[in-house]
Antibody, heavy 124, light 109 residues
Framework: QLHLQESGPGLVKPSETLSLTCTVS??????????WGWVRQSPGKGLEWIGT???????YYNPSLKSRVTIFVDTSKNQFSLWLNSVTAADTAVYYC????????????????WGQGTLVTVSS | DIQMTQSPSSLSASVGDRVTITCRAS??????LSWYQHKPGKAPKLLIY???TLQDGVPSRFSGSGSGTTFTLTISSLQPEDFATYYC???????????FGQGTKVEIK
């Protein structure tokens, strides 16, 4: 059974960089054709896609966050990570990592496995 | 951008009730629509993808339908474990990601 677990600081100061890691167990992050992504949920709000990467390190970002986001992989540790720079209070959220199955033109993209999420608060 | 609008934003229902949630897209998204169940403190759970395909292991009381701009998630007989918030997600114009609806909270009546 695939398991994803987010980790990282729960408190980040404004203007600094948020850094989170997702550790994948029960499967290889290099498995062919799967994508790996980040989604967040701000307090009282809905879900927002942040970005997605392929194990080859090809990345795709939400245009609204693209200038501040970096997602990268460490295949030796079976982990992928999120950096979000120049954070503000608006970036306070629960951050989830998730897997996307290989693309099929009949189904589009969706998230089939998720981590439990980690709360990151931006505050001085 | 494609906007996803769910209705209602919340509902109260009793165990055994039939529940229907609607998700409307601001433009056609073919069948690139998924549904998720989310409980506080837990990982979101994929219920349905491609508008109507039930994810493995999801009870058959959940079903999805629709194409184009209007989609529905139906729970045929609400169970105690189904009280949660439900989200739709489209990936038509955001490949390898998606846009989510604002959520529908299903509460106990």
């Amino acid at each position: 059974q695939l398991h994803l677990q987010e980790s990282g600081p729960g408190l980040v100061k404004p203007s600094e960089t948020l850094s989170l890691t997702c550790t994948v167990s029960g499967g290889s992050i290099s498995s062919s054709a799967y994508y790996w992504g980040w989604v967040r949920q701000s307090p009282g709000k809905g879900l927002e896609w942040i970005g997605t990467m392929y194990y080859s390190e090809t990345t795709y970002y939400n245009p609204s966050l693209k200038s501040r986001v970096t997602i990268f992989v460490d295949t030796s540790k079976n982990q992928f990570s999120l950096w979000l720079n120049s954070v503000t209070a608006a970036d306070t959220a629960v951050y989830y990592c998730a897997r996307l199955p290989p693309y099929d033109y009949r189904t589009g993209y969706y998230f089939d496995y998720w981590g439990q999420g980690t709360l990151v608060t931006v505050s001085s | 951008d494609i906007q996803m609008t769910q209705s209602p934003s919340s509902l109260s229902a009793s165990v055994g009730d039939r529940v229907t949630i609607t998700c409307r897209a601001s433009q056609s998204i073919s069948n690139y629509l998924s549904w998720y169940q989310h409980k506080p403190g837990k990982a979101p759970k994929l219920l349905i993808y491609a508008a109507s395909t039930l994810q493995d292991g999801v009870p058959s009381r959940f079903s999805g339908s629709g194409s184009g701009t209007t989609f529905t998630l139906t729970i045929s007989s609400l169970q105690p474990e189904d009280f949660a918030t439900y989200y739709c997600q489209q990936s038509y114009n955001t490949p390898r990601g998606g846009t989510f609806g604002q959520g529908t909270k299903v509460e106990i009546k």
